[in-house]
Nanobody, 115 residues
Framework: QVQLVESGGGLVQPGGSLRLSCAAS????????MGWYRQAPGKQRELVAR???????NYADSVRGRFTISRDNAKNTVYLQMNSLKPEDTAVYYC?????????WGQGTQVTVSS
């Protein structure tokens, strides 16, 4: 089992920044993919950014150049730095971790971009 705990969401004005954190614990040796998804009201959950096998990264087109995913292996933590936030970035952001056979989700953290 893997446990994921997100933090760092909140209310921010358009153009502002937030940094989300996802701390992993448990059987983390089994994880080979880790990243962030988001779900806005009435929409499907979508990939935001993730580390794939090795150190490669994937970003959604809508966030590329504004968001940066990073990690601290010593702390078993993945971060999402979000800059130049837009109202359309408003969503619940979920941390996701995957092994070969199973995926895990955090509880989600709300990000609201509004003036």
């Amino acid at each position: 089992q893997v446990q994921l705990v997100e933090s760092g969401g909140g209310l921010v004005q358009p153009g502002g920044s937030l940094r989300l954190s996802c701390a992993a614990s448990g059987s983390i040796f089994s994880i080979n993919i880790m990243g962030w998804y988001r779900q806005a009201p009435g929409k499907q959950r979508e990939l935001v950014a993730r580390f794939t096998s090795g150190s490669s990264t994937n970003y959604a087109d809508s966030v590329r150049g504004r968001f940066t995913i990073s990690r601290d292996n010593a702390k078993n933590t993945v971060y999402l730095q979000m800059n130049s936030l837009k109202p359309e970035d408003t969503a619940v952001y979920y941390c996701n971790a995957r092994s070969v056979s199973v995926g895990y989700w955090g509880q989600g953290t709300q990000v609201t971009v509004s003036s």
